[in-house]
């Protein structure tokens, strides 16, 4: 197969590497903040050599990490996440039941309840060590019985982590919500009308809303990396549940769309639920889908984009609000930790499309949309905020860190920008001793939660 055969994800940045290494005493450019103490994880698809998974979203899950202490960066290492099989490639099994011995743990990692998760969605989450070493699946002592979303959020002020679960068969959609301490104390199925692929949610200080959108199981596409496909035919509704009643919805009509992510959600001093998310189109998610999947990257040349949108939603009338908030394409928003379900000013994320590298920071206030440049031949990976040390803090006061990925996929660093001052030269480039592929989700874990 010829290099223009390939699929997009076998090539270039998305290349996956055939081997686990590490690295010690990493060449620093800049000067690394001193608090920035901890280790920075990120997660991404990574086919074992030789293998073709058939879609992007279906790689083996491996993980990143660079260990930084007091202005040094001590190590790097990557390690695949070792699920039930590492040969396991299939989204759902053969009768169209999530098949948890073949799911690969490839989208998110973070900390909760003192134990450090690989995250996928149609799956267990698999525990792993400070060294990136698996552990093994976990089921919260048995009592999660469905798969766990690769987007859960954690409230900044109980220390709850909410998440929720979706599958091919009934119950299509479950919500769960985790003690601070790791422990599952509530799950409540919600009604929804079929099987959709529900990658992200929302939570607020008092509600969850969940994306019911139009990508829906497809039982003919089963045997396929991801049987799921765009139909408008479905509908798109946002479901409003009070997160004193789980289980009790509240079901809003929105135009048909498709959402992978959320940036944050808050309830505003009239009421209101405001959601700020990366919007696809149907056109835009139909040709994505295309790009990322198993057709040769020459005929894969145009990639749909998502762009900002703010959907207002008013209990009170009934009816939702939408705004395109930048025309600017962008994806992986995140906000700082501290402000997730509560109001922010700062939204973050990274340019998508038109082969433009940055780094992004939308200003709420303003509107303003502040970009670090890149250039065409750097790929910029989600951008993870990590707060100061200082006690009265302005929500900008702290750090970006964005593995980057050179187009060809041969080199990467981690990049601290900061977050005061994104346009600026960076706080520090960390060379990273391999090119690292281009992935998806990842979190700063510093060494007070270890």
Excluded at 28 to 37: D, F, I, K, N, S
Excluded at 50 to 60: E, R
Excluded at 103 to 118: F, L, P, R, S
Excluded at 347 to 354: E, F, I, P, S, T
Aim: with cysteine; net charge negative.
């Amino acid at each position: 197969m010829t290099t223009t055969e390939k699929p997009s994800y076998l090539q270039g940045h998305l290349a996956p590497v055939p081997d686990e290494i590490e690295a010690v005493d990493l060449p620093v450019t800049g000067a690394l903040p001193a608090e920035l103490t901890g280790r920075y994880f990120r997660n991404g698809p990574n086919p074992l050599p030789g293998q073709d998974p058939g879609h992007w979203f279906a790689g083996q899950g491996m993980l990143h990490g660079i260990r930084l202490r007091e202005g040094r960066a001590e190590w790097y290492r990557n390690r695949w996440v070792r699920t039930g099989t590492l040969e396991g490639r299939h989204f759902v099994g053969p009768d169209g039941t999530f098949d948890r011995t073949a799911v690969v743990a490839n989208t998110h990692v973070i900390e909760h309840g003192g134990k450090i998760m690989a995250l996928v969605e149609n799956g267990f989450p698999y525990v792993v060590t400070p060294e990136l070493e698996t552990v093994g699946a976990d089921d919260f002592g048995g009592r999660l019985t469905t798969a766990m979303t690769a987007h859960p959020k954690a409230d900044p002020d109980t220390g709850d982590l909410h998440f929720f679960g979706y599958g091919a068969l009934p119950p299509y959609l479950t919500y769960h919500r985790v003690s601070a301490a790791g422990e599952l104390v509530t799950s409540a199925e919600v009604p929804v009308a079929g099987p959709t692929m529900m990658h992200d949610f929302a939570v607020t200080a008092r509600h969850a809303v969940f994306l019911d959108l139009p990508m829906v199981f497809d039982l003919s596409r089963v045997g396929r990396a991801l049987p799921y496909a765009y139909d408008e035919s479905y509908g798109a509704r946002l479901g409003v549940m009070p997160l004193d009643r789980p289980g009790e919805v509240r079901w809003f009509d929105v135009d048909p769309c498709y959402v992978f992510h959320v940036g944050n959600a808050f309830e505003d001093p009239a009421g209101n639920i405001v959601l700020d998310v990366a919007r696809y189109s149907g056109g835009d998610i139909t040709s994505l889908w295309h790009s990322i999947g198993p057709a040769p990257a020459a005929s894969a040349a145009s990639t749909g984009t998502a762009t900002l949108h703010r959907w207002t939603i008013d209990p009170a009338a009934g009816t939702v609000g939408q705004a395109q908030l930048s025309e600017q394409g962008l994806e992986f928003p995140t906000v700082d930790d501290a402000r997730a379900g509560r109001d922010n000013r700062f939204l973050y994320a990274v340019a998508d499309g038109g082969g433009r590298g940055a780094i992004l920071r939308h200003d709420a206030a303003t509107g303003a949309l502040d970009a670090h440049e890149l250039g065409s031949e750097v790929v910029a990976g989600e951008a993870v905020f990590v707060p100061s040390d200082a006690p009265d803090r302005g929500e900008a006061d702290g750090w970006l860190l964005s593995i980057t990925t050179t187009r060809d996929g041969k080199a990467s660093e981690l990049l601290v920008l900061d977050a005061t001052d994104i346009a600026g030269e960076p706080v520090a480039r960390v060379t990273l001793p391999r090119g690292v592929p281009a992935g998806f989700h990842g979190s700063w874990i510093p060494d007070t939660e270890r």
